[in-house]
């Protein structure tokens, strides 16, 4: 396979250490680039990544995954999203952040799950959401939006929901809140 290959839009693609790294640049500005190294997965772009699948997406890396990106992230599958990351597990958006999802999805950190969005995070999944961290579960964002037809589910020793402003939480029927102690502060 060559090293580098030219595409008709002026991008051009190689692995530079010919091993376990992609990078796509256009113009000699990097656009992305791909790390499947031992340890785990490193997605990063300057600009907006859209993922899109039109029946089901899975991705697996059995060390730590890091995807990031300039601006906005956007990820649309059609029917089910499956991530599993035996390590640490960062998705990180510096302005939005936009999971749709046809019927379920599924994000799974061995140790810990980092969702950030710097500006808004929207989260619409068609039946079923799970979130597991082994130690802990963080989004981070100015705005959250989640909307689910059916369960959410967040799976983890620790869970944090904080907020500035306003926190609501609402249900169409049954809010079932559990633990060993409910302080009320």
Not at 4 to 9: H, L, V
Not at 160 to 174: D, F
């Amino acid at each position: 396979m060559p090293a580098n290959i030219q595409t008709r839009g002026g991008f051009e693609v190689s692995c530079p250490d010919g091993g376990d790294r992609l990078v796509v640049k256009k113009g000699g500005l990097v656009q992305l680039e791909i790390d499947l190294g031992v340890q785990g997965m490193k997605i990063q772009t300057p600009g907006d990544l859209q993922i899109q699948a039109g029946g089901s997406l899975s991705i697996r890396s059995g060390g730590s995954m890091s995807v990031s990106c300039g601006a906005n992230l956007s990820a649309a599958v059609g029917s089910s999203m499956d991530l599993t990351v035996g390590g640490a597990a960062t998705v990180t958006a510096r302005s939005n952040m936009t999971m749709t999802i046809g019927s379920a999805m599924s994000i799974t950190a061995g140790t810990a799950l980092q969702l950030t969005a710097g500006n808004q995070f929207n989260l619409l999944g068609g039946h079923t959401v799970n979130l597991k961290g082994g130690n802990d579960v963080v989004i981070d964002t100015k705005k959250l939006s989640a909307k689910v037809a059916t369960d959410t589910v967040i799976d983890t020793k620790e869970f944090t929901l904080r907020a500035e402003g306003k926190a609501s939480i609402k249900a169409g029927g049954e809010l079932v809140l559990k633990g060993s102690k409910l302080v009320q502060n």
